[in-house]
């Protein structure tokens, strides 16, 4: 099984300041990584997939990078709204797994 | 657009089978190629998948829970059936299903979850 380790597992960040989150997987996976956006009481959303493919909808101030075993969600600018956790996933091989969440709170 | 909805037993007993259905709508289950997912997430945060399935396939399970899980599809209903045997407090969690474009792609559409609470 890969396990994807996430980190840092919380974060406290101010508004318009920049947020970088990493997810590293045990072994290689290409660039089979997906990212969520998950807000309380909520779904997890779809943000990025494929490490660096935007979804249609989303503000361009996220953005993914990476391949192989180290991948990067970064927020441009943080917004108020942007305040969840946060999950990278991957989907090279069975069974599918999740990062643990890292949450993104708002000074 | 395509939506999804979880429903079943919010509370199961132990060793007892929990049965969720997602039902589909906005789009046909056995059109466009996609697959459909179930994804747990404990009390607390971490997210689970359990398996998935197309349409005209056998599903795909977690090994973690294949000896006890059955993953089916109804086109003429348009649902995904998930059956979880003799289940205990550690499945306790939020029950979700998913679409997936493709094999490989994330989980684009998600239905609200259903809360499920396995106690006596």
């Known amino acids: 099984e890969i396990v994807l380790t996430q980190s840092p597992g919380f974060q406290s960040v101010t508004p318009k300041e920049k947020v970088t989150i990493t997810c590293r997987a045990s072994e290689s996976i290409g660039r089979t990584l997906h990212w969520y956006q998950q807000k309380p009481g909520q779904s997890p959303k779809l943000l990025i997939k494929y490490a660096s493919q935007s979804i249609s909808g989303v503000p361009s101030r996220f953005s993914g990078s990476g391949s192989g075993t180290d991948f990067t969600l970064t927020i441009n600018s943080l917004e108020a709204e942007d305040a969840a956790t946060y999950y990278c996933?991957?989907?090279?091989?069975?069974?599918?797994?999740f990062g643990g969440g890292t949450k993104v709170e708002i000074k | 657009q395509v939506q999804l909805r979880e429903s079943g037993p919010g509370l199961v007993k132990p060793s007892q089978t929990l049965s969720l259905t997602c039902t589909v709508s906005?789009?046909?289950?056995?059109?466009?190629?996609?697959?459909w997912s179930w994804v747990r997430q404990y009390p607390g945060k971490g997210l689970e998948w359990i398996g998935y399935i197309f349409y005209s396939a056998s599903p795909y399970y977690n090994p973690s829970l294949r000896s006890r899980l059955t993953i089916s599809v109804d086109t003429s209903k348009n649902q995904i059936s998930l059956n979880l045997t003799s289940v205990t407090a550690a499945d306790t969690a939020v029950y979700y299903c998913?679409?997936?474009?493709?094999?490989?792609?994330?989980?684009?559409?998600w239905g609200q979850g259903t809360m499920v609470i396995v106690s006596s």
């Open positions: 906005g789009g046909s289950i056995s059109n466009g190629g996609h697959y």
């Open positions: 998913a679409r997936v474009p493709g094999p490989t792609d994330g989980l684009d559409v």
């Open positions: 996933h991957q989907s090279s091989s069975f069974p599918l797994t």
